[in-house]
């Protein structure tokens, strides 16, 4: 992985995420995971807001990722959590710049930090 530009990052080479498949990388310190849904490339944080589970094994149809463990959902495009508003996802660009794979983070000042999102505490009166 070697980095692009701050806060952005080559992946891999398009080859690496045909379409219909994901894949985890590590990039500036977090864990994405990457999708490619018929061609449209999209990434997030890798750890599923609820425990954390590998987002990259979960499954992704017409935009909506569904967590392969509790079948927590999201929308890929925004982040915005399908099962509970308050989980959401960290979105990050991810475009085809050649062969090559280019990876966008969010807010590269948090590349390096937690994203905030204790499983185990969510905002209380909500449970997980
Ligand atoms: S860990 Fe993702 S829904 Fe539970």
């Given at each position: 992985?070697?980095q692009?530009?701050?806060?952005?990052?080559?992946?891999?080479?398009?080859?690496?995420?045909?379409?219909?498949?994901?894949?985890?990388?590590?990039?500036?310190?977090?864990?994405?995971?990457?999708?490619?849904?018929?061609?449209?490339?999209?990434?997030?944080?890798?750890?599923?807001p609820?425990?954390?589970?590998?987002?990259?094994?979960?499954?992704?149809?017409?935009?909506?990722?569904?967590?392969?463990?509790?079948?927590?959902?999201?929308?890929?495009?925004?982040?915005?959590?399908?099962?509970?508003?308050?989980?959401?996802?960290?979105?990050?660009?991810?475009?085809?710049?050649?062969?090559?794979?280019?990876?966008?983070?969010?807010?590269?000042?948090?590349?390096?930090?937690?994203?905030?999102?204790?499983?185990?505490?969510?905002?209380?009166?909500?449970e997980?």
């Amino acid at each position: 992985m070697r980095q692009a530009q701050v806060g952005q990052f080559v992946v891999g080479r398009v080859r690496d995420l045909p379409p219909g498949l994901s894949r985890s990388v590590r990039a500036g310190g977090r864990r994405i995971a990457l999708f490619n849904e018929r061609g449209k490339l999209y990434a997030v944080d890798e750890a599923c807001p609820h425990m954390r589970a590998d987002l990259s094994n979960g499954d992704l149809r017409d935009g909506t990722l569904t967590c392969a463990w509790h079948g927590w959902r999201f929308d890929i495009r925004t982040g915005e959590g399908l099962t509970r508003s308050w989980a959401r996802l960290r979105t990050h660009r991810l475009y085809r710049k050649g062969d090559e794979l280019i990876l966008e983070m969010a807010d590269p000042s948090e590349a390096s930090g937690d994203t905030g999102n204790d499983p185990g505490c969510p905002p209380p009166g909500r449970e997980p």
